[in-house]
């Protein structure tokens, strides 16, 4: 049996959950992280996709039991506001680098649309060298600030839109909405790059992740000021972070053996795939896959059935 999702109703707020923290500038994803775990007693956590200091907005936090599910988000579309400046390139793509080139823009606005249209789909995307990426085992950020320089495999991302919001002297405002793993800063290099000017990033601010949006974020600030009981009152269920999977609803009889890692038979009407399980009285039982004749538990998040509903279940 499927359900929609909003229609499952939830359990109470607990620590295992998921916090939409808007990142302020010049801090990074994993400084921002260690706030969030200081403010939440030291609570394991893990975040579901990296921004640059440079960069502010949504970082979704999971807390607990969600980390188990943080995938769901990391393979999420990303969309972001930014602002690009023409006319200066730089060592990192952004406003952090040392300038390297200087342009007269010239004519370059009169080909500023085209130029962002031929962004649009599938692109190559050579990763910057002062990104998080590993090669044996080391960031390659970190050879970039030792001055060494590492062959990079181009990788194919996918850009879905860029719209353009205004223009203010050489500064361009565009609106993005990308696959997981398009850099920003490569994508505004790249801009310069066709455009024959130069350009670099000044401005990123990640305004969505899959269905999560900023507008539902909570500051550091406005978090610190909030009591325990608040806190915890801001977080999403972990669910959120499947939210694009299809859901289905088992009965007790299957959610306890699926609780306890067997595969039970499903129900012609439930979609093949990745699923969100659920028990029927709402419980979130984490994510499953359903093949021809069978629901296997992947990843569980509850761990037992509320003790009436296990009374009740008959798994024989």
Excluded: W
């Amino acid at each position: 049996m499927r359900a929609d999702r909003a229609s499952l109703p939830r359990l109470a707020a607990t620590t295992d959950g998921v916090l939409l923290l808007d990142k302020p500038p010049g801090m990074s994803s994993n400084g921002a992280l260690q706030a969030v775990r200081r403010l939440f007693g030291g609570i394991k956590a893990g975040h579901t996709g990296t921004l640059d200091p440079l960069a502010t907005g949504l970082l979704a936090v999971c807390l607990g039991a969600a980390t188990k599910f943080a995938g769901g988000l990391l393979e999420a579309d990303k969309s972001y506001d930014c602002v690009i400046r023409l006319g200066v390139a730089t060592t990192t793509g952004d406003a952090d680098g040392e300038p390297i080139l200087n342009r007269s823009v010239g004519h370059c606005f009169d080909r500023l649309e085209d130029t962002l249209a031929a962004f649009v789909g599938g692109i190559d995307q050579v990763p910057p060298m002062y990104s998080a990426i590993k090669h044996r085992g080391r960031h390659l950020y970190r050879y970039a600030r030792a001055g060494e320089s590492v062959e990079r495999q181009p990788r194919r991302v996918t850009v879905h839109a860029l719209e353009l919001l205004s223009i203010s002297g050489t500064d361009i405002r565009i609106q993005a909405r990308c696959s997981k793993g398009t850099y920003i800063r490569s994508l505004a290099h790249d801009i310069g790059v066709h455009l024959g000017c130069g350009a670099h990033l000044i401005e990123l601010r990640r305004t969505g992740i899959g269905r999560l949006r900023v507008e539902e974020a909570t500051g550091l600030d406005r978090l610190a000021a909030l009591t325990e009981r608040e806190r915890v009152g801001c977080l999403r269920p972990a669910d959120v972070l499947l939210a694009d999977l299809p859901a289905v609803v088992v009965d007790h009889a299957r959610a306890e053996a699926l609780l306890h890692g067997r595969a039970v038979a499903r129900v012609l009407s439930e979609p093949l795939g990745s699923v969100r399980l659920y028990a029927e009285d709402g419980l979130f039982l984490g994510l499953g896959a359903g093949g021809d004749d069978l629901l296997v538990p992947k990843r569980m998040h509850a761990t037992t059935l509320p003790e009436a509903a296990a009374a009740e279940a008959d798994i024989t």
